[in-house]
């Protein structure tokens, strides 16, 4: 028997091959047809995504007027600390963010300002905040040539980015949302009204209602494949938890985007997120993006279902809790053939104060333990095969390779008849980050095996 120091040291031998997860001379992610509950680059070989996204890595967001920028360049290298390799890329589309609707201590209340947006503030006259009003003919060079700088930032980390092109939460749950919105008419010089049931609220933007409005957002999604199309390592997002109503719309600016980038040199994977609120996962599996971000219901937080391979799952905390997650989490949607992600408070300057490490640091560390194994592992042939491990998970190639996780640790039974031969044994504690090397087993029969962790939750690795 050996035992190991740490998993780091794995995760770290992976960080120092060139180029990180992203070859030179790689292509843009597509839905593997081999295995379609992943991404595949070209190279044959299952890409699996995990990582942390905050709200403020692309649009600055604080209570200063203008708000402080944020250091991305260091978030970039924190993320890469913990094995990540992919993250949501934030945008805003109001000019604040009213954080009462978020905080439960209302100590912590705060509006943010938000900077820069993707139009020009020209004039003439002023808009709702006594800033120059939105002129939504002209694009912001700033944000364009932010969005391009981060997404090349990001690849040379060896990160892919999910370029979120539309944010519809804020216009729901936010009481001054719609008064901070560039299509309130008295926010933009070009007669837009968004408003188009007087409800005071202009959900209607993210419809398709209003034609000169839909043109205006086609131009803006037309702009951002310009600016990144060239870029191996983009995914898009239509738009943060928009409201149940923008379901035609999402699916035409998916439609659009896919039909778009068939004259341009690269095509990139479309997303849609679980709608805000009383939206269905249905509703995203039914619909034309290559992947998705589904809500709680079937079980997504505690006992995810089985990936089958309808879409990319990208399963992502924002959409479950909100802020929140286990370790547990991390694992079980890894087993089940997901791709998970965390919505992480990071540095506390948007949401929360602080936040408690034994929480946070758990799920961040695991996230990059399961993408170190993924990349051990020959993940393209595998799928959730739950009835082969008594606790319920397993990722497996049947015969050669298995992955066995153990929410409570002890023991586990795990069916090998399908294995001519041995397999190699190996323990993994993702709490304390021990491995130990447990020799070899038979194969061709069911075996029960117990965890040298007691009753810490483990990872079992047979191969």
């Known amino acids: 028997m050996k035992t190991t120091r740490t998993m780091l040291l794995i995760c770290l031998a992976i960080l120092l091959l060139p180029s990180g997860c992203i070859k030179k001379n790689s292509k843009p992610l597509r839905v593997s047809s081999e295995n379609p509950r992943y991404f595949t680059d070209g190279s044959g070989k299952a890409i699996y995504l995990t990582g942390s996204h905050t709200w403020s890595n692309l649009v600055d967001m604080s209570p200063d007027d203008p708000p402080k920028p944020f250091d991305f360049d260091e978030y970039l290298q ?27 201590d209302s100590s912590n209340y705060k509006i943010h300002h938000v900077n820069p947006l993707p139009y020009m503030r020209t004039g ?55 008064e901070n919105h560039p299509f309130h008419p008295d926010n933009n010089i070009n007669g837009i009204d968004g408003d188009l049931n007087g409800d005071g609220m202009g959900l209607e933007v993210h419809t398709l209602a209003d034609t000169a409005i839909t043109a205006i957002q086609t131009n803006y999604v037309r ?29 035409h600016m998916i439609d659009y985007i896919h039909e778009y980038e068939k004259g341009k040199p690269y095509q990139h994977p479309v997303g849609m997120t679980f709608q805000y609120m009383g939206g269905s996962n249905q509703t995203l599996f039914e619909s034309p993006a290559d992947w998705i971000s589904p809500n709680p219901e079937g079980g997504y937080r505690d006992n995810p279902p089985d990936a089958a391979g309808q879409k990319v799952i ?10 929140g997650g286990n370790q547990q989490w991390v694992w079980k949607s890894f087993l089940r053939g997901m791709n998970p992600i965390f919505m992480d408070p990071y540095d506390c300057s948007v949401l929360q104060r602080s936040y408690d490490p034994e929480w946070v640091e758990p799920v961040r560390k ?15 042939k595998m799928a959730p095969e739950n009835d082969l491990a008594s606790s319920g998970y397993c990722l497996a190639q049947k015969g050669k390779e298995y992955l066995v996780y153990l929410p409570e640790g002890n023991e586990v039974t795990v069916d090998l008849t399908d294995a001519s031969h041995e397999l190699s044994v190996e323990w993994f504690n993702p709490n304390t980050q021990e491995t130990i090397q447990s020799g070899e087993i038979e194969g061709s029969k069911v075996q029960t095996m117990k965890s040298p962790f007691g009753s810490d939750d483990a990872v079992l690795y047979l191969k």
């Open 366 to 380: 695991s996230m990059g333990y399961t993408l170190a194994y993924a990349k051990r592992m020959d993940l393209i």
């Open 223 to 251: 702009k951002v494949i310009e600016t990144v199309n060239d870029l191996d390592n983009v995914l898009y997002e239509i738009s943060n938890e928009n409201h149940p109503p923008s379901t035609r719309w999402q699916y």
């Open 124 to 178: 003439p006259g002023k808009a709702l905040d006594g800033k120059p009003k939105f002129d939504l003919r002209q694009f912001n060079p700033e944000y364009f040539q932010r969005l391009r700088t981060r997404t090349e930032a990001a690849r040379e980390h060896g990160l892919y980015v999910s370029v979120m092109l539309f944010e519809g939460w804020g216009l729901q749950r936010l009481a001054d949302g719609w």
């Open 78 to 104: 924190w993320m890469k600390g913990y094995n990540h390799n992919f993250f949501r890329l934030w945008t805003w589309e109001l000019v604040t963010w009213d954080t009462w609707a978020n905080e439960r």
């Open 314 to 323: 990208i399963t992502d905390t924002d959409h479950l809790w909100g802020i």
